[in-house]
C-alpha cells in the first residue's frame, strides 16, 4: 500500500447508480487503443488535465499510450472527443451538423455518445460531454472506471484491470447527472498521522499531495473538500 497510515475518510456524495456499459470485451468497430484523445486547447484546465488523466488510464489498462491530439486536421482514425461545447471547436461543429445536441441545464452533468461518422476522414467519434469542466471530469472518470481503473488504484492499490484490448459498444449513449450539490470528504486525523505521511511522500501538505486528493475526489465524483489541518489553512492559490 501506498498509504502507511490509516486515513478515516468521510464521503459525502450520492452514487449516480449503474450507468450504462459501454466497454466490450468483444470487438466492435471502436479499438481503444487504435483511436486518439481529442481536447480543444481552449478548454479549461480541468478538461486538459482530464484528458492527460485518461491517455494514462488506457495505457495502465492495455500497456499502450494512444495519442493525445488538439486539432483533428490530420487525423484519419476514431476518436475519444473531450470537452465543452462552448469551448471544443469539434464539438461545436458536431452541433452545427446536427450530430450532437445540448443537455439540460443541470450542473456537472455529463454525456457519453458513440457518433457516427463525426466527419469525412473520421469514421467514428465518442464524444464525452459536459456542462461544466467537472462535468467533462465525471464522464472521462466514468470511462476510465468502465475500462478497469478504480477511483483508488493509488490511494489502496486497487488493482487495474490489464486487457490487450478494449472496444466500445457500437449503441453508446449515456447522460447523468450527481443528484446532490455537495459532495466531496473530510480528512480526519491531520495530526501526527497523515501529516507525518504527507511529510514522507510529498514533503508536507503541498499541491503535490493535494493533486492525488483532488484527482480521488473528481474519480468519485465529487467537488468539495473539508480540511482542517490543526491550525493551518487551506489557501486558495
Same mark, same amino acid.
Not at 461545447?85 to 450542473?107: I, N, P
Given at each position: 500500500? @501506498?498509504?502507511?497510515?490509516?486515513?478515516?475518510?468521510?464521503?459525502?456524495?450520492?452514487?449516480?447508480?449503474?450507468?450504462?456499459?459501454?466497454?466490450?470485451? @468483444?470487438?466492435?468497430? /471502436?479499438?481503444?487503443? =487504435?483511436?486518439?484523445?481529442?481536447?480543444?486547447?481552449?478548454?479549461?484546465?480541468?478538461?486538459?488535465?482530464?484528458?492527460?488523466?485518461?491517455?494514462?488510464?488506457?495505457?495502465?489498462?492495455?500497456?499502450?499510450?494512444?495519442?493525445?491530439?488538439? *486539432?483533428? !486536421?490530420?487525423?484519419?482514425?476514431?476518436?475519444?472527443?473531450?470537452?465543452?461545447?462552448?469551448?471544443?471547436?469539434?464539438?461545436?461543429?458536431? %452541433?452545427?451538423?446536427?450530430?450532437?445536441?445540448?443537455? *439540460? !441545464? *443541470?450542473?456537472?452533468?455529463?454525456?457519453?455518445?458513440?457518433?457516427?461518422?463525426?466527419?469525412?476522414?473520421?469514421?467514428?467519434?465518442?464524444?464525452?460531454?459536459?456542462?461544466?469542466?467537472?462535468?467533462?471530469?465525471?464522464?472521462?472518470?466514468?470511462?476510465?472506471?468502465?475500462?478497469? %481503473?478504480?477511483?483508488?488504484?493509488?490511494?489502496? !492499490?486497487?488493482?487495474? =484491470? =490489464?486487457?490487450?484490448?478494449?472496444?466500445?459498444?457500437?449503441?453508446?449513449?449515456?447522460? !447523468?447527472?450527481?443528484?446532490? =450539490?455537495?459532495?466531496?470528504?473530510?480528512?480526519?486525523?491531520?495530526?501526527?498521522?497523515?501529516?507525518?505521511?504527507?511529510?514522507?511522500?510529498?514533503?508536507? /501538505?503541498?499541491? @503535490?499531495?493535494?493533486?492525488?486528493? /483532488?484527482?480521488?475526489?473528481?474519480?468519485?465524483?465529487?467537488?468539495?473538500?473539508?480540511?482542517?489541518?490543526?491550525?493551518?489553512? /487551506?489557501?486558495?492559490?
Amino acid at each position: 500500500m @501506498k498509504i502507511g497510515i490509516l486515513i478515516t475518510v468521510g464521503i459525502l456524495w450520492l452514487s449516480v447508480g449503474h450507468a450504462q456499459q459501454m466497454v466490450s470485451e @468483444k470487438p466492435t468497430n /471502436f479499438a481503444v487503443t =487504435k483511436a486518439v484523445i481529442y481536447v480543444d486547447t481552449k478548454e479549461a484546465e480541468l478538461v486538459q488535465t482530464s484528458a492527460q488523466l485518461l491517455q494514462q488510464d488506457i495505457e495502465r489498462v492495455t500497456g499502450r499510450k494512444v495519442p493525445l491530439v488538439h *486539432t483533428l !486536421d490530420k487525423i484519419r482514425q476514431n476518436v475519444i472527443a473531450i470537452g465543452t461545447m462552448e469551448q471544443s471547436g469539434f464539438l461545436k461543429q458536431l %452541433v452545427t451538423a446536427q450530430k450532437l445536441s445540448g443537455m *439540460t !441545464d *443541470t450542473w456537472e452533468a455529463y454525456q457519453i455518445r458513440l457518433i457516427s461518422n463525426p466527419s469525412p476522414t473520421i469514421s467514428q467519434a465518442l464524444v464525452i460531454n459536459g456542462n461544466d469542466r467537472r462535468g467533462v471530469a465525471y464522464g472521462v472518470f466514468e470511462l476510465s472506471r468502465q475500462l478497469g %481503473v478504480s477511483p483508488w488504484y493509488w490511494w489502496a !492499490d486497487v488493482p487495474v =484491470k =490489464k486487457q490487450n484490448e478494449v472496444y466500445i459498444h457500437k449503441n453508446t449513449q449515456l447522460q !447523468d447527472a450527481p443528484q446532490v =450539490k455537495y459532495r466531496g470528504i473530510f480528512l480526519n486525523d491531520e495530526a501526527p498521522a497523515l501529516s507525518g505521511w504527507a511529510k514522507e511522500k510529498f514533503g508536507g /501538505f503541498n499541491h @503535490k499531495f493535494y493533486e492525488k486528493v /483532488f484527482e480521488l475526489i473528481l474519480r468519485l465524483k465529487g467537488n468539495y473538500i473539508w480540511p482542517a489541518m490543526w491550525g493551518k489553512r /487551506f489557501l486558495r492559490g
